[in-house]
Structures are given as structure tokens and as C-alpha cells.
């Protein structure tokens, strides 16, 4: 919601349950979203983000006492789908083979008993909107379609129902991997046009921190941390979450006092000592858990460190070339640390290591990322 806004949130849960059996695949799970916001529910398999959404469409029910589902304001435990306000896009797209592709998009409407001389217009202003020609399209049946378009056709039939929420259950796994980084963009240039509240689920981690506003990272039928794709990143709150958004370097130890200029600790770990931020988690005596991003390290001679700089001293393991970025593994201690160096030209300005080089892996202290429990 827009800061001072006093509008309802379009979604939201409060303190829902959901079992299957003996199965918890929503456990006291508590969030709103925002009319207009660009929401994902990200996770891996059997986490929960699925029966999360099926719970907003009305597929399944809360658990009795198990919470509310609230819609504009509005508890909808009990209500159909078809009394929600809400469209969806399926994972197989769930297209009619043996429609064509206006009567597919004009289905709903058809159930919803639109006025006959609606349709045709609003069925062309959704292919428009996903951009599909109508005078090329409307005829064809899906099999005489892309997967990409087929896509399209599935968010048109959802759009063309002008719904307050639209939820989508992983719509693009089936695209290869050029087309699924356009229609994320497509994705999410559509939600910002239309000022339609977006709901996503996904696996993918790319994918959420490309298109949402805000993303709830799932773990074990829980919200395991909910922000922005920047708060998701940079703060992970649990070593969960920096495992599965990104790529992290984790580092152990125990915080052995303050820092010289007291905002900070210092930890005596595996490889030696380093610096780390203030954080309510830790005290003095405490073990501590941090992770740092690959990026945000340097590899170094030892001699070239900052003074400001913590340094752990190891040697060049392997480097790996990935194009964009080169990846300098180096043996720290027992572990092998990445660090990810940005690529000027390995033919003309080559990167100045090689394996068994003595080296440091150096980091600033505020890029530690002190992390809670799962």
C-alpha cells in the first residue's frame, strides 16, 4: 500500500492453516498484499507456496479455526472461486484443444453470461494487451501455437475477466529460457499497466527477484522472510534463505568481544578473525553464523588488503570461467571459499592468480550478513 494509504490490503492471511492428514502444508502463515503490488510466493518443492495460493482461488479451505483468507477486505474461507473477483493462469495453461483461440479467451465471459455483444470486443482488447494480432490469431486452435504464445493465450482468457487479483501457478516453467526472461519482463510491464494486483508462484529465484515488488520466500509450510528482492538478498535472515536466493559463503565462529570502535564484534572462527556489524542475535561468547555474497568479496595478496578490511589468508583452488564473471575458489581453512571477480578480458588484461597461489579473501565488515536460526 502507498505509505498513509488507509485502503484494505487486496489479500491478505491472517494466522492460516491448512493440513492434509498428517501433512502441515500451511502453518500459521500471516501476510497482506497490496492492490497493485507484484507478490511471489517462492520455494522449493513442497514448501507450501502452491496450497498458499489454491487457498486465495478457493480451491481449498483453511483448516477450521485455522485462520482467516481475507479478499478486499472481506473473509472468504467459505467462498467459491467463482466468488472472489480473482483469474488464473495455470502451470499447463489448461487450454480447450478444441477451441480456437477467441473462444478460449471468451469462455469465461460465456460463464459469467456477459452480454453476446461485449464479448467480441473485450476478447480483442485482451489479445492486444498480450500482443497477440487478433486478425492472425483469433482462428487458430492452441496446437497451432507456440508455448510462448499459448502463454499469452492463458493471460489473456484471465485478463479478459478484468479481475481484482490475478494468480499465476508458475506460468512460464515450460518456456525455454530466452522467451521466460521476455514474458517476465512482459509479466511485469502488464501488472504495472494495468494496475491489476499480482499474485506469482514460483521456484525460481531469478524470476521473483526480476518481477516482484515484494516476495515471500517459503520454507517447511512457513514464511521463512518476506521484503523486497533487495531486502531478500542483501538481509537474508536465515541461512535458508541465503542458500536459496543467490549464492553465499558461510562463515562460523564465536564473537570474542566488541569492536575498536564498538558498533561491531569481532569473531575468532575457522581461518582466522574478522569483523562483523552490530546485530540483536549476537553477543559476546555467542556462536555466530554469517554469509557473504561472492560478489562482494576480493581476492587479494595478502599484502594488498585495506586496513579496514577483514582477510582470511588461503590459496587459489580453481577459477572458473563463466563469461560475465570469473569464479576464483580459494581453499580457506577446511572450506573452499567463491569469489566471484568481474571479467575485463581474459585474452588482453588475464586475472593476475593461479591455482596455488597464496592469496587473501577479503570483505568489508558491513557486508557480513548475520544470520538467525532456521
Known amino acids: 500500500m502507498a505509505a498513509g494509504s488507509t485502503e484494505p490490503p487486496v489479500v491478505e492471511f491472517r494466522h492460516v492453516n491448512k493440513t492434509f ?3 502441515k502444508a500451511c502453518n500459521d502463515i500471516s501476510f497482506h498484499v497490496a492492490k497493485g503490488e507484484f507478490f511471489s510466493l517462492l520455494g522449493p518443492s ?58 478460449n479467451i471468451a469462455f469465461g465471459l460465456e460463464m459469467k453470461k456477459t452480454p453476446k455483444s461485449e464479448i467480441p470486443g473485450r476478447v480483442e482488447k485482451a489479445m492486444q494487451m498480450v500482443r497477440m494480432d487478433p486478425g492472425m490469431f483469433a482462428r487458430r486452435k492452441p496446437a497451432q501455437l507456440s508455448g510462448g504464445q499459448r502463454q499469452r493465450v492463458a493471460l489473456a482468457r484471465a485478463l479478459v475477466l478484468e ?12 518456456l525455454d ?36 515488488d515484494r516476495i515471500a520466500v517459503m520454507s517447511n509450510a512457513r514464511i521463512a522472510q518476506l521484503g523486497t528482492p533487495a531486502e531478500i538478498y542483501e538481509c537474508p535472515r536465515t541461512p535458508f534463505v541465503a542458500r536459496f ?10 564473537a570474542t568481544g566488541r569492536t575498536a570502535d564498538g558498533h561491531g564484534f569481532t569473531v575468532e ?14 553477543a559476546e561468547g555467542k556462536r555466530v553464523q554469517i ?21 582470511l589468508p588461503g590459496k587459489v583452488q580453481e ?11 580459494v581453499k580457506v581453512g577446511e572450506r573452499t571459499v567463491a569469489v566471484a571477480v568481474r571479467n575485463e578480458g581474459q585474452l588482453t588484461r588475464p586475472l593476475g592468480f593461479k591455482s596455488g597461489d597464496a592469496v587473501a579473501v577479503a570483505w568489508k565488515p558491513e557486508d557480513c550478513q548475520v544470520l538467525e536460526e532456521d
Open 319 to 329: 577459477i572458473i570461467y563463466l563469461g560475465e564473471t570469473l569464479h576464483v575458489l
Open 46 to 103: 513442497g514448501c507450501g507456496k502452491t496450497t498458499t495460493l489454491r487457498l486465495i482461488a478457493g480451491f481449498e479451505e483453511p483448516d477450521a479455526g485455522g485462520g482467516e483468507v481475507l479478499i478486499n477486505g472481506e473473509v472468504v474461507n467459505r467462498k467459491r472461486p467463482y466468488e472472489r473477483q480473482l483469474a488464473m493462469v495455470f502451470q499447463n495453461y489448461a487450454l480447450f484443444p478444441h477451441l480456437s483461440i477467441e473462444r
Open 269 to 282: 572462527g575457522e581461518g582466522g578473525r574478522y569483523d562483523i556489524p552490530h546485530h540483536p542475535v549476537v
Open 163 to 174: 479481475p481484482s487479483v490475478l494468480l499465476l501457478d508458475e506460468p512460464l516453467g515450460a
Open 291 to 311: 554469509a557473504v555474497r561472492p560478489e562482494w568479496l576480493d581476492v587479494l595478496r595478502p599484502e594488498d588488503v585495506p586496513a579496514d578490511e577483514n582477510a
Open 177 to 212: 529460457l530466452k522467451l521466460r526472461k521476455e514474458m517476465q519482463l512482459e509479466l511485469k510491464h502488464l501488472n504495472k499497466q494495468l494496475g491489476t494486483t499480482f499474485i506469482f508462484v514460483t521456484h525460481d529465484q531469478e524470476e521473483a527477484l526480476t518481477m516482484s
Open 245 to 254: 536466493i543467490g549464492e553465499s559463503n558461510f562463515f562460523e565462529g564465536k
Open 21 to 23: 492428514g498428517d501433512y
